[in-house]
């Protein structure tokens, strides 16, 4: 699976963070928190945010750190995993697995 990396800002007054991006059922899809296997130290995503979904706002740009600038603020509440009905959620999408 390949990951990019997304310039997003949380909260209202966030500083710029970098989180991993990936395509997913024709989707971009902000990864929340990963799995990792213990052994292996093969990672899945484990709660991913959609992108192009009814709130967020994003942009490709031309950057050598990141692909994509979110051009509005998400609430860090999202990332941990609260249900918000602006923003599409998956928790353990079954077929990254």
């Known amino acids: ?4 990396k997304t310039m997003v800002f949380l909260g209202d007054h ?9 395509w997913h059922e024709g989707h971009w899809w902000l990864v929340a928190t990963w799995l990792q296997h213990h052994t292996t130290g093969h990672r899945i995503p484990e709660r991913i945010i959609q992108m192009d979904g009814m709130v967020l706002r994003f942009q490709e740009v031309q950057n050598p750190d990141y692909r994509f600038l979110v051009n ?4 860090i509440s999202v990332f941990d995993g609260e249900p918000q009905t602006e923003y599409v959620v998956s928790t353990h999408p079954d077929a990254l697995s």
């Open 1 to 4: 699976m390949e990951t990019f």
């Open 14 to 22: 966030g500083k710029p963070q970098f989180i991993d991006t990936i």
């Open 72 to 75: 509005n603020s998400i609430p």
